[in-house]
């Protein structure tokens, strides 16, 4: 069934990749805690599932793709056990909060919901324009249009970080 070596291997590569599957769950979650609890969620069903990874396209791809999918499930399992409370909205930050950061993950994370990840994975783990679409499962389109939203509010909020530093 799982080839051993595989199965070693996919351990290996997740190893190396949590701390840009951390910086992806941070996009997507907007908090620490919740981001930690998705990627020991994704490193368990990329384990689970690595029978189905073939060796074809580059890892992240596929484990973003799981990342995606099993924010999807959580954000869906706490809207039925929640129905009258949503998740925590992210990019819901004040000027004056946005002034006051003091590192580019808060600044990042201050992006509008969905934002934040298109932004990382073009322009921070240098995906295609394609291939991260595939990873958010949004048209290609669409994930130009995020990506020019994510970048004309950072040139936005650009000004007043640097002015704060300076």
Do not use: M, P, Y
């Given at each position: 069934m799982n080839n051993p070596t595989q199965t070693m291997d996919i351990r290996r590569d997740l190893v190396a990749l949590l701390p840009r599957?951390?910086?992806?769950?941070?996009?997507?979650?907007?908090?620490?805690?919740?981001?930690?609890r998705l990627v020991?969620?994704?490193?368990?069903?990329?384990?689970?599932?690595?029978?189905?990874?073939k060796g074809e396209g580059r890892i992240e791809s596929w484990l973003f793709s799981l990342m995606r999918?099993?924010?999807s499930?959580?954000?869906?399992?706490?809207r039925k056990t929640q129905p009258s409370s949503t998740p925590k909205a992210q990019g819901v930050v004040s000027a004056t909060e946005i002034s006051t950061m003091a590192t580019s993950d808060q600044i990042l994370l201050s992006l509008p919901s969905g934002?934040?990840?298109?932004?990382l994975l073009v322009d921070v783990e240098a995906f295609a324009y394609g291939e991260a679409a595939a990873i958010l499962g949004i048209p290609e389109q669409a994930f130009a249009e995020r990506l020019?939203?994510?970048?004309?509010?950072?040139?936005?909020?650009?000004p007043e970080a640097s002015e704060r530093r300076a």
């Open positions: 599957l951390r910086r992806f769950a941070l996009t997507l979650a907007g908090t620490a805690e919740d981001a930690d020991r969620e994704v490193c368990s069903r990329a384990i689970q599932k690595s029978h189905h990874w999918t099993a924010w499930d959580e954000i869906k399992k706490r934002l934040a990840s298109v932004f020019c939203s994510a970048r004309l509010r950072l040139s936005e909020i650009a």
